[in-house]
């Protein structure tokens, strides 16, 4: 069922060698098997100039991951990969659903 991987970063603040912190992203989970699923194609319906994509999927994963709202979720398919925003995770006793949102230009 599973023959998707998500890499799942979240924006942490690092402490730098010069004693400063920054807000960067972090690799929480990498090479998780997953899959997604198109929640609703998108519309296009373009009235700028720029090409924008905007849809949402759904991230099928282990309820065994912490993944929180605003994480940012690679998800790779064979040679072909995406980046992704997670929404709230929905978690059942075998799997979790989580709502993710991409956004981005053609």
């Known amino acids: 069922m599973y023959e998707d991987i998500a890499t799942i970063r979240r924006y942490e603040d690092v402490d730098k ?36 994509i905007a849809y949402e999927t759904k ?22 990969s995406r980046e992704f925003t997670a929404g709230e995770p929905f978690p059942y006793p075998t799997h979790q659903e989580v709502a993710l949102q991409r956004k981005g230009y053609a």
């Open 17 to 52: 060698p010069n004693g400063s912190t920054k807000n960067e992203p972090v690799i929480i989970y990498r090479d998780q098997p997953c899959h997604i699923s198109q929640k609703a194609l998108g519309v296009n319906n373009q009235k700028d100039a720029q090409n924008n």
């Open 59 to 80: 991230l099928f994963i282990s309820p065994e991951l912490d993944i929180h709202q605003g994480d940012v979720v690679e998800i790779k398919r064979g040679t072909l």
